[in-house]
């Protein structure tokens, strides 16, 4: 095959003219007019700042507990000889109510041999006046006092032989059963009063400090029963004068009249009951109320101004569901940054969201 310099040179011809067309086609191509971009600058949303009175909730947890709690005893001896068919740990008596009974006979007799002397004695103390007798009635007189203070004792003693309710109570412990022998000071029962319940709440001293001396305060008890919240009001009784040693908190207690009566819904409040109490304390003047978010490290906020962000310390008293208190670090007026951005500084350009 005869070799040929046009063939061998032809594809370098076809690739050198395509490149100087593309170059061509480059430098004469028009270029659109530069827009100059937006200034994109961080979005903050904002919170108008109004001092003036901000209520404190104080919110604590706590479990019901009585008032009331006594350990009931027997005050003679005896066997037991019936039981209330309500003797039973957990069931709700009522004040009076009879518990149990001892064996009444001894005590019967001991009243009607005490009777039988006081008559002795005031039939002697007759015959002695009508003798004249002076001395023979001094002794009659005497054995008469004696007479009438055994028949109280045993008509008291007689009374004890039948165990009551000394007031409105549950059952916590019933350690005695039908024919058990009871001797003076034996544990009958330990009940738990249901006139007034209580709470101990654990608080810091600085949220106790607003609570009002003289107890003027709004108190709720809440709980959650079968997915809904149930509210029982109640009352502040007192704040106790003393730190725990270990917590470093000290107890406020309120007490909530008569929890087994039906509340709305027929639902009681049981001894035992774990719940949630907000106490509604005195006011603070001149201050805010600013959700958490605002406040970085502790004590920083930030305000806008004339398109940018300024660092502020404040001063916190009370934190809540509602937000944090503060008393000092901003003026009304002021726009608060509620929002937290990636990268926050002193007098950093931003744009309101909540303005455009």
Same mark, same amino acid.
């Given at each position: 095959?005869?070799?040929?310099?046009?063939?061998?040179?032809?594809?370098?011809?076809?690739?050198?003219?395509?490149?100087?067309?593309?170059?061509? =086609?480059?430098?004469?191509?028009?270029?659109?007019?530069?827009?100059?971009?937006?200034?994109?600058?961080?979005?903050?949303?904002?919170?108008?700042?109004?001092?003036?009175?901000?209520?404190?909730?104080?919110?604590?947890?706590?479990?019901?507990?009585?008032?009331?709690?006594?350990?009931?005893?027997? +005050?003679?001896?005896?066997?037991?000889?019936?039981?209330?068919?309500?003797?039973?740990?957990?069931? *709700?008596?009522?004040?009076?109510?009879?518990?149990? $009974?001892? +064996?009444?006979?001894?005590?019967?007799?001991?009243?009607?041999?005490?009777?039988?002397?006081?008559?002795?004695?005031?039939?002697?103390?007759?015959?002695?006046?009508?003798?004249?007798?002076?001395?023979?009635?001094?002794? %009659?007189?005497?054995?008469? !006092?004696?007479?009438?203070?055994?028949?109280?004792? @045993?008509?008291?003693?007689?009374?004890?032989?039948?165990?009551?309710?000394?007031?409105? @109570?549950? &059952?916590?412990?019933?350690?005695? !059963? &039908?024919?058990?022998?009871?001797?003076?000071?034996?544990?009958?029962?330990?009940?738990?009063?249901?006139?007034?319940?209580?709470?101990?709440?654990?608080?810091?001293?600085?949220? %106790?400090?607003?609570?009002? $001396?003289?107890?003027?305060?709004?108190?709720?008890?809440?709980?959650?029963?079968?997915? !809904?919240?149930?509210?029982?009001?109640?009352?502040?009784?007192?704040?106790?004068?003393? &730190?725990? @040693?270990?917590?470093? /908190?000290?107890?406020?207690?309120?007490?909530?009249?008569?929890? *087994?009566?039906?509340?709305?819904?027929?639902?009681?409040?049981? &001894?035992?009951?774990?719940?949630?109490?907000?106490?509604?304390?005195?006011? /603070?003047?001149?201050?805010?109320?600013?959700?958490?978010?605002?406040?970085?490290?502790?004590?920083?906020? *930030?305000?806008?101004?004339?398109?940018?962000?300024? $660092?502020? !310390?404040?001063?916190?008293?009370? %934190?809540?569901?509602?937000?944090?208190?503060?008393?000092?670090?901003?003026?009304?007026?002021?726009?608060?940054?509620?929002?937290?951005?990636?990268?926050? *500084?002193?007098? =950093?350009?931003? @744009?309101?969201?909540?303005?455009?």
């Amino acid at each position: 095959m005869k070799f040929s310099i046009k063939r061998a040179i032809r594809p370098l011809l076809i690739l050198v003219v395509g490149i100087a067309v593309a170059m061509v =086609m480059v430098s004469n191509r028009q270029v659109p007019p530069s827009e100059a971009g937006p200034n994109r600058l961080p979005y903050v949303e904002t919170q108008n700042i109004d001092l003036g009175p901000q209520p404190i909730v104080i919110s604590a947890h706590g479990t019901v507990i009585s008032s009331q709690i006594l350990r009931l005893a027997s +005050e003679v001896s005896g066997p037991v000889v019936w039981v209330s068919p309500s003797f039973n740990e957990g069931q *709700y008596v009522q004040a009076g109510e009879e518990l149990l $009974k001892i +064996e009444a006979i001894p005590y019967e007799l001991a009243l009607a041999q005490a009777q039988a002397s006081l008559a002795s004695a005031k039939v002697a103390l007759a015959d002695a006046e009508a003798l004249q007798r002076k001395a023979r009635i001094v002794e %009659a007189k005497a054995n008469i !006092e004696v007479a009438e203070n055994l028949v109280r004792k @045993a008509t008291l003693d007689l009374s004890k032989t039948t165990v009551r309710a000394p007031f409105n @109570a549950i &059952l916590d412990t019933v350690p005695v !059963e &039908l024919g058990e022998y009871l001797n003076p000071g034996k544990l009958v029962a330990n009940l738990l009063g249901t006139d007034v319940a209580e709470v101990h709440l654990p608080l810091l001293q600085s949220d %106790a400090v607003y609570l009002d $001396k003289n107890n003027q305060v709004q108190v709720e008890i809440k709980r959650q029963i079968a997915g !809904e919240e149930r509210v029982w009001p109640a009352r502040f009784a007192r704040l106790e004068g003393r &730190l725990n @040693a270990q917590t470093r /908190v000290m107890n406020a207690v309120v007490e909530i009249a008569e929890p *087994y009566a039906p509340q709305d819904g027929g639902i009681p409040l049981v &001894l035992g009951a774990f719940v949630e109490v907000e106490i509604s304390g005195e006011a /603070v003047t001149n201050a805010a109320t600013i959700p958490q978010m605002a406040i970085h490290a502790g004590s920083t906020v *930030y305000v806008f101004e004339d398109g940018m962000i300024r $660092k502020r !310390e404040v001063e916190q008293v009370h %934190a809540d569901g509602r937000g944090n208190v503060v008393i000092r670090g901003l003026e009304s007026g002021e726009k608060l940054v509620v929002n937290r951005l990636e990268t926050m *500084y002193d007098s =950093m350009p931003v @744009a309101v969201k909540n303005e455009q």
